[in-house]
Nanobody
């Protein structure tokens, strides 16, 4: 059974930075396109960023492009999301998963951007 464990969230002021991590256990994911997703209260989960298996191709949502960077360490089965210049609208619970979403969702990690 694959398990996804997200970490690294927190409360920051606008303009701050965070680095989120996702640890995958149960299987290797080096062949899978992986991504980060954000869910704000009362809203559907939205894809924020994605990265192909070998890390060569990345994609970003329009709202975060230029401010975030997704990366991965396949040997350690880790996925990262570096977020800079955070805005209040970036707040939400962040999850990782494959794209398409093959695995059970983890608990996510909360990001709150507020002054």
């Amino acid at each position: 059974q694959v398990q996804l464990v997200e970490s690294g969230g927190g409360s920051v002021q606008p303009g701050g930075s965070l680095r989120l991590s996702c640890a995958v256990s149960g299987r290797a994911t080096s062949s899978l396109f992986m991504g980060w997703f954000r869910q704000a209260p009362g809203k559907e989960r939205q894809r924020v960023a994605g990265i192909e298996g070998n890390g060569g191709e990345t994609m970003y949502g329009d709202a975060v492009r230029g401010r975030v960077a997704i990366s991965r360490d396949n040997a350690q089965k880790l996925l990262f999301l570096r977020m800079n210049s955070l805005k209040p609208e970036d707040s939400g619970r962040y999850f990782c998963n494959s794209i398409p979403n093959f695995f059970p969702w983890g608990q996510g990690t909360q990001v709150t951007v507020s002054s």
